[in-house]
């Protein structure tokens, strides 16, 4: 036998088993119940109330509030206008559950621009954990939405708010993977220069969260 026959032969005699697809399945549930049962328990059983403290902490930037429905969107926008006075012209992302709200008087029909003021989008849903909203970009969501305006305001039905970012992870499986997924955490901040924090670096400099549902 040649010397690299020999070589071959003892690392194929030392070469461990194959898993089967079910080991490997028993083995990653093992891990997966190993790290559930490391994780520091939720503040409280109210999945808003956990997001929203979360969110509206001064290091995260964002602020909440809750109405009944998403018909009552506009009323909620229209009030943050109001008490940032800021213009009734806004860019409102194409989903048909927004364009077909009574917007009333307001004008939500402004194009998204690099410089645009104001936008009103619509979340997949999101993470009570980290305050987090999630959306997966596509026809009516398109990601500049979450990063070229001012002031970004997003409704988010509370019904798809889950626990923890591994929750989401999980209800994923078996799903079309988007092109893009964001995580969007409170207004854009950073503390890149001398350690003090900026407002819109790279991206909203505010944040305002409307719960429905």
């Not at 194929?12 to 997966?32: L, Y």
């Not at 409170?186 to 407002?199: C, H, K, P, W």
Request: with cysteine.
């Amino acid at each position: 036998m040649s010397a690299r026959a020999a070589i071959f032969a003892a690392i194929r005699a030392t070469r461990p088993e194959v898993a089967t697809p079910q080991t490997i399945a028993a083995q990653a549930a093992q891990c997966t119940a190993q790290m559930r049962a490391s994780l520091v328990p939720l503040t409280g059983d109210d999945l808003v109330a956990v997001f929203t403290a979360r969110a509206s902490a001064e290091k995260v930037g964002a602020t909440v509030e809750r109405v009944a429905e998403l018909a009552d969107l506009p009323q909620a926008v229209a009030r943050y206008l109001a008490a940032n006075g800021l213009k009734t012209q806004f860019a409102l992302q194409p989903d048909p559950r927004l364009q077909e709200l009574d917007w009333g008087e307001l004008e939500p029909n402004a194009p998204l621009r690099p410089d645009s003021a104001v936008a009103v989008g619509l979340a997949l849903g999101g993470v009570a954990e980290t305050g987090s909203l999630v959306f997966h970009s596509g026809p009516t969501a398109p990601t500049l939405y979450g990063f070229l305006p001012l002031h970004h305001l997003v409704a988010i039905d509370a019904k798809t708010l889950l626990p923890r970012l591994e929750d989401y992870a999980r209800s994923q499986l078996g799903e079309p993977a988007p092109r893009n997924v964001n995580l969007i955490t409170g207004a854009s901040g950073t503390t890149d220069i001398e350690g003090v924090l900026a407002r819109g670096a790279h991206g909203p400099r505010r944040l305002h969260i409307v719960f429905f549902g």
